[in-house]
């Protein structure tokens, strides 16, 4: 069986993660679970990363340890990871003690072959993004990547020596166009951090305690760069004498899930320090969009923030799952208000969705008392809507293949439509005022019975409850692929799937619970 190892970047515990950020391990669970669907062994892996200055000092704000705080903060993070459905296999912490001793050992190892060494930095640091800039990479004299503040600061630092690797991953990632995606992000990295020249990377801290200690100077706390990144490996096996069996079964990971914010510290500074480790390469780096407000980045600031615990209490699992999938594009980032999620359930869910299942087994208990066989009483209309049925895996695995996943998605509900269609064709109603016609009707709704199962197995990554309330109410198991002519169905009583939604009244709800 071939294995596929997929990550979501680790998330930061400094707070409740909002919809933007759960996006991307609704992201990585889709993709996860089509892979185990397809047939492979997979291990997919997410987490918190727990240390750092930032940390240090919101825990001082709420009276607590760094570790009480990061404990808090990561149970909240999986909770949410858990109210989102996900199926991830392992939820990593970087304060777990074995992660922290092999960060050790990784330090250590980089020290003694020469790659990292001690020096004096003096720069402009951004506690929030907890990164040190030049003045030349300031903008308007603040962060460049989160707009804040700068304040300069000088301290004793060990170094990475990320020059020495620079031409090396350069030439791996020109040799290698799928490493990096999309197009774009690759084309950035190079143009605007390899080609001009990489700067060594600072590695250690003075200026914080809360943190894994360098193993051979305690003064020197090991920085993120090391610290967080390393989880991929340190969690399923890797030591520095080469690994265990776990190891070299899972490495190196088919995909990094990670947003476009931090898409340079995973194909540049993660890379090379796997060089230095001597250790093939991810095979993939993804470099997702973000999800807007208003065509805004969400901020508690600016107070424009969504969480995923309170949209699931409003709308379903499901159908926030749909959105996330759906409406953010491959490429360029999505955005997100209470009337578009209205909207989309209603349009989507409810009228194409759920209005299928729902009128498909309804005509089958009422004409048949629910028992369908294949009468193979067939019309030429037959054979393009089981084509389209047929066609489907092949469309899906394509876009699948790309990440295209909004368009996968697109793909089901294609053939969902065409479901549709082909009811309003060849109305059944019709067919059943004739006695002559029974076996017709029959083989029609044995049709569209197929349709919808194939389309509920492949909605399983996406939409996983309501894929497996298709199924109860179809009373099958069958995983096929494709359309099959000897089935025999059973279905219970039809029970909406998804309801359409008074938008008036719900925004009016919404409105009314925010002002309590």
């Excluded at 491959?330 to 729902?358: K, P």
Aim: glycine fraction near 4%.
């Amino acid at each position: 069986m071939e294995k596929f190892y997929i990550t979501t970047a680790i998330a930061y515990a400094s707070g409740k993660p909002h919809i933007g950020n759960t996006y991307e391990i609704v992201l990585a669970d889709a993709i996860a679970r089509y892979k185990r669907l397809k047939g492979f062994d997979v291990y997919f892996q997410t987490g918190t990363d727990e240390h750092g200055e930032k940390i240090e000092g919101k825990a001082l704000e709420n009276g607590q340890t760094p570790q009480e705080f990061v404990d808090n903060i990561s149970r909240e993070i999986k909770r949410i990871w858990d109210v989102m459905n996900t199926s991830y296999d392992k939820f990593v912490r970087t304060t777990d003690e074995h992660h922290k001793k092999i960060v050790q050992h990784i330090f250590q190892k980089l020290y003694d072959q020469g790659d990292i060494y001690l020096d004096q930095y003096e720069g402009w640091y951004c506690t929030p993004c907890e990164s040190f800039w030049t003045d030349n990479q300031l903008v308007d004299g603040k962060c460049p990547d989160c707009g804040r503040e700068v304040k300069k600061r000088s301290e004793e630092s060990y170094f990475f020596r990320m020059s020495k690797y620079q031409d090396r991953l350069i030439e791996y990632i020109e040799n290698h166009p799928e490493f990096i995606q999309p197009e774009a992000r690759k084309n950035e990295m190079i143009n605007n951090f390899l080609k001009p020249g990489l700067q060594d990377l600072c590695v250690s801290r003075t200026s914080f305690d809360w943190g894994i200690r360098v193993p051979f100077n305690d003064k020197h706390i090991v920085y993120v760069w090391i610290d967080a990144l390393s989880n991929y490996i340190t969690n399923i096996g890797y030591d520095t004498d080469g690994g265990d069996d776990t190891f070299k079964k899972w490495w190196p990971a088919d995909l990094h899930l990670v947003g476009k914010d931090i898409i340079r510290f995973h194909t540049i500074y993660w890379p090379i320090l796997l060089m230095a480790l001597d250790l093939p390469l991810p095979k993939q780096v993804f470099g997702h969009p973000w999800l807007l407000m208003n065509n805004d980045k969400m901020s508690k600031s600016k107070g424009n923030i969504m969480y995923a615990d309170d949209l699931v209490s409003l709308f379903g699992v499901d159908a926030i799952r749909y959105y996330l999938l759906h409406e953010i594009p491959f490429q360029s980032d999505g955005t997100i208000s209470y009337e578009l999620i209205i909207e989309r359930i209603n349009s989507d869910l409810a009228n194409i969705l759920g209005n299928l299942v729902n009128r498909t087994i309804s005509m089958a208990k009422k004409y048949f008392d629910g028992e369908i066989e294949n009468k193979k009483i067939l019309e030429d209309m037959d054979s393009s809507y089981i084509e389209m049925i047929n066609s489907l895996e092949e469309r899906v695995e394509k876009r699948m293949f790309k990440l295209e996943i909004g368009s996968a998605l697109d793909e089901i509900f294609d053939t969902l439509r065409a479901s549709n269609k082909y009811i309003d064709d060849t109305m059944p109603w019709s067919l059943a005022k004739e006695e002559t016609k029974r076996d017709r009707l029959e083989t029609v709704l044995y049709n569209l019975l197929e349709g919808i199962q194939v389309c509920a197995v492949f909605l399983k990554p996406f939409l996983p409850a309501t894929s497996d309330e298709i199924f109860r109410q179809l009373q099958t198991n069958n995983l096929s692929f494709c359309f099959i002519n000897d089935h025999k169905y059973c279905v219970l009583d039809p029970t909406p799937i998804f309801m359409r939604i008074d938008s008036s009244k719900k925004l009016a709800e919404i409105a009314a619970n925010k002002e309590e």
